[in-house]
């Protein structure tokens, strides 16, 4: 059975940094695209960033410049590194796996932006 496993999420200050994780198992881990969504309480799932097999990057606008993906293909996990975090970026963020007609989930981790 496929797991993404994320972790890395909790509370942080405006301004301040955070780190998730997402550790892939049971998964030809190199050949997937990886992705970081998130979801705020009321809103739609929205996609963050994405990394593709090859290692090609896209953000969304509302994060380019301050987060960063990347991956890890030997040890089958995904970042994001988020900086100068707003509290407009508080949800809970699922790390995503496609590779054709496969698509996985993680189960979330809750990221809070709050003085």
């Known amino acids: 059975q496929v797991q993404l496993v994320e972790s890395g999420g909790g509370l942080v200050q405006p301004g301040g940094s955070l780190r998730l994780s997402c550790a892939a198992s049971?998964?030809?881990?190199?050949?997937?695209?990886m992705g970081w969504y998130r979801q705020a309480p009321g809103n739609q799932r929205e996609l963050v960033a994405s990394i593709s097999s090859t290692s090609i990057t896209n953000y969304s606008d509302s994060v380019k410049g301050r987060f960063t993906i990347s991956r890890d293909n030997a040890k089958n996990t995904v970042y994001l590194q988020m900086d100068s975090l707003k509290p407009e970026d508080t949800a809970i963020y699922y790390c995503?796996?496609?590779?054709?007609?496969?698509?996985?989930w993680g189960q979330g981790t809750q990221v809070t932006v709050s003085s």
């Open positions: 995503n796996a496609h590779h054709i007609r496969f698509n996985y």
């Open positions: 049971r998964i030809t881990f190199s050949i997937y695209a």
